[in-house]
């Protein structure tokens, strides 16, 4: 099994970055891996929920994990989204990745299908049995309508391939829970994928983050990350604010993707990629656009 030297910090879920609906554009992908590593991210995780995994095609998806490996390099750990509602389907994209060269998978619980405990148990079980890398569990009920709960965790935890697990329900005493329980195990790191409890969850023995924010301001939520591994409360408190003020850049629309249409008006605003986004969605129109750009002239991002 390939090993990954240190799994901490913050990983920032890239986007995908199109040139149209169905086209990768590679060039800006790659502007975009040097724009996170410039600020200090401790990897990178290609083909989650910001990077529209799931409106993508699978030859659009190899594009990306082709460019991000190819471009990151080795400087980093490459963690790459494998999840299918199908398990032959997700063991087929863990072996691409592992062709590719990514580092990890990340593997969501099936979804569509409404799974018990010991089917999901039965599930992470057969993937890790057969992976030859190593998974990162994750936890996002609000899209995938089931909750990778705290006892299921710890049953599947055992495995040595499986590694950790991104949370990213927002739920405080899940968390809080999880941190707890693992907090003096190292073989298995609890990140936090709501970019506003970063900060609790390091400081409560939390591995890091994967926020989506770190697209735009990579260098924000190292900051805070360190911070808040050394307890200096006082630029824990500072910095959260600013992430707190970040967070303002996805809440203009109306729907849950004006999360995805935030982060990339940012990135458009900022010249590292387009705002195209897949079909399913349609960008922001100019009055969105312009507010965006006032709150990140406001914070220092233009």
């Known amino acids: 099994m390939a090993k990954i030297k240190k799994i901490h910090g913050i990983i920032p879920p890239l986007v995908t970055p199109l040139s149209k609906p169905d086209r990768v554009d590679r060039a800006g992908l790659r502007r975009l891996v040097n724009h996170v590593l410039d600020g200090g991210v401790h990897g990178v995780f290609a083909l989650g ?59 969501l619980p099936p979804f569509y299908y409404p799974l018990g405990n010991d089917e999901l148990v039965d ?26 709960d705290h006892d299921l965790v710890v049953r599947i935890s055992g495995h040595e391939r499986i590694i950790g697990l991104k949370d990213s329900q927002g739920d405080m005493t ?42 735009v301001a990579p260098n924000l939520f190292v900051k805070l990350y360190n911070a808040a591994k050394k307890r200096d409360f006082k630029n824990v408190d500072r910095l959260q604010a600013q992430v707190v003020h970040l967070n303002g850049l996805y809440r203009h629309g109306r729907f849950w993707s004006s999360y995805l249409k ?38 220092g991002l233009l």
């Open 262 to 299: 935030g982060v990339k008006t940012a990135l458009s605003l900022m010249g590292i990629c387009s705002d195209v986004l897949t079909d399913t969605f349609d960008p922001f129109h100019a009055p969105e656009r312009e507010a965006i750009r006032k709150e990140m002239k406001q914070m």
């Open 174 to 215: 899940y968390m809080q829970g999880l941190l707890q329980h693992f907090k003096d195990r190292k073989d298995f790191h609890v990140f936090i994928g709501v970019e506003t409890l970063l900060a609790e969850g390091v400081l409560f023995h939390g591995a890091g983050g994967i926020p989506g924010g770190a697209n």
């Open 49 to 107: 929920s910001t990077g529209e995994f799931p409106s993508l095609t699978p030859a659009m998806k190899k594009a990306v994990i082709e460019t991000t490996v190819d471009e990151v390099n080795g400087r980093v750990p490459v963690y790459v989204g494998v999840s299918d509602p199908s398990y032959l389907q997700v063991m087929n994209n863990i072996a691409l990745v592992e062709k590719i060269g990514g580092d990890a998978v990340v593997v």
């Open 123 to 148: 599930f992470y079980g057969k993937v890790a049995d057969h992976s030859p890398l190593p998974i990162l569990l994750y936890n996002i009920p609000s899209l995938t309508k089931t909750h990778l």
